[in-house]
């Protein structure tokens, strides 16, 4: 038997499990997939918008996955923990794929980054995603004003969030308190601001068409600012060669440009070449922020050009994307916060590591959508899967479960994350909606209860 840890309940980590567990050229796997938090499914549990009901619904695809008979779930484990670090972990397995994402936001680097009143967009996500980790005092939303700096996917969700009305997300799993701060908010018009232009721009065309599709606000789009797009202006060609993903962005962002803005309760400002240079402070808080126009390089950038914009913003935040962590034990490239590798394998000083593998964003860095992991996963499964004759040579502590017990891990397992899921359907109910997900550690641990040790089946 080959028996393998898989750290991380992402895509990324459940594709691999699934990879393992369904070839055909070592028979007798057997997959942990170990995850600090004590539900699964990751970033489409806690980064996907709760508004997004169809991407949420691949749920159902890594539940099937997760309930596999040579699968166990065992959530509630934190590696680099309790001794539990990558040397402790090939004690326990033949073999551990880490799967941990990039859970650090990038930084702008300015002035006033850190005034109260600016965010991290992933701040913002998981609020309204209820991740235990979430700040306990969350998000009042007496902005009026509210600046999100990025144009990618991540920006797209957080500024639709702002600008939809609050009956329209009750009936998702949005927590309870969110969903309240998001009825009392004051928020009236939503900057998402780039640095370049909409040619160039991160975000994908189904989830820009969508702001346009709210009932409860319009997109303004300042004709001025596109015609310093080359692939705008005069230069039909060069908009012929751009990947079809964002010509077709081009083509519905001029569209809101040249007709005007429904009169709806609330705005989404579309502004692109404007670099943020500085928040701007007003009795100890975020007043707003000073941008640099800019304007193409000619080499696929862009430059300042000394020409200044204020935006009056009461609520800033950043989405400009996200960055690996180093896990302890682990070799870490600080330049592309990703563990180094060569097809999967793990390399410690240049050398593969046996039985030690990555998989999706520390492994690629955080790229590509959700279906890219699957590839990711596969390149990496096939290394394993190639070590294998000597990795079952390993000798393993027989019961890696009773191990992590004995150094003081409590792991959820199948069954109590179904009680975690029964808890919050009940929850639902007593608001009068459908399930509501449980906000903090305490209430997903009480809930998974006693049944938090058993083995499904």
Not at 45 to 52: M, Q, S, T
Not at 149 to 164: E, K, M, P
Not at 175 to 184: E, R, Y
Request: proline fraction near 7%.
């Amino acid at each position: 038997m080959l028996r393998v840890a898989v750290v991380g309940s992402g895509p990324s980590g459940v594709y691999a499990a699934q990879d393992l567990v369904q070839q055909s050229r070592v028979p007798d796997v057997r997959v942990h997939v170990l995850d600090r938090l004590p539900c699964p499914y990751g970033l489409v549990r806690y980064g996907v918008a709760p508004d997004h009901e169809k991407i949420k619904s691949l749920q159902n695809n890594l539940r099937n996955v997760l309930e596999h008979d040579r699968i166990d779930f065992i959530g509630n484990v934190e590696v680099g923990t309790r001794g539990l670090g990558p040397e402790r972990l090939l004690d326990l397995y033949h073999a551990v794929v880490y799967c941990v994402g990039a859970a650090r936001d990038r930084r702008l680097g300015i002035a006033g980054e850190d005034l109260p009143g600016s965010h991290s967009a992933t701040e913002f996500v998981s609020w309204y995603s209820a991740h235990p980790d979430a700040a306990g005092n969350g998000f009042a939303l007496d902005a009026r004003s509210a600046v999100v700096i990025g144009v990618g996917n991540v920006a797209v969700d957080v500024a639709r969030i702002l600008a939809r009305g609050a009956d329209e997300l009750r009936p998702t799993d949005v927590p309870q308190a969110a969903l309240g701060a998001l009825a009392l908010s004051q928020v009236r018009d939503v900057h998402m601001v780039g640095r370049r232009g909409p040619s160039q721009a991160k975000f994908t065309t189904k989830e820009l068409r969508e702001l346009g599709g709210l009932p409860s606000a319009g997109v303004v789009v300042e004709a001025e600012d596109l015609v310093l797009d080359p692939a705008y202006a005069a230069h039909p060609e060069l908009a012929s060669a751009l990947p079809a993903v964002n010509r077709r962005n081009l083509e519905v962002v001029r569209g809101w440009a040249t007709q005007s803005p429904p009169g709806r309760q609330r705005r989404i400002h579309l502004r692109f070449f404007l670099r943020p240079v500085e928040l701007l402070e007003d009795g100890g808080k975020v007043a707003g922020v000073r941008f640099e126009r800019t304007v193409p390089d000619g080499d696929g950038g862009v430059r300042g050009t000394g020409v200044y914009e204020e935006i009056e913003a009461q609520l800033v935040l950043r989405a400009v994307g996200y960055r690996g962590v180093p896990l302890p034990g682990l070799p870490f490239d600080e330049r592309h916060g990703t563990v180094p590798h060569a097809g999967g394998r793990v390399l410690r000083e240049g050398v593969p590591s046996p039985g030690e593998y990555v998989a999706g964003w520390i492994k690629r860095g955080p790229t590509g959508v959700i279906g890219t992991n699957r590839p990711c996963a596969k390149e990496t499964v096939l290394s394993l899967l190639d070590d294998a004759g000597s990795l079952e040579l390993r000798p393993v502590v027989a019961d890696p479960l009773a191990a992590l017990r004995e150094s003081g891990h409590r792991p959820v397992r199948w069954p109590g994350w179904l009680a975690i899921e029964a808890a919050e359907s009940a929850l639902g109910e007593t608001f009068g909606r459908g399930s509501v997900k449980i906000p903090d550690w305490e209430g997903l641990l009480t809930a998974a209860g006693e049944r938090a040790g058993e083995r499904a089946g």
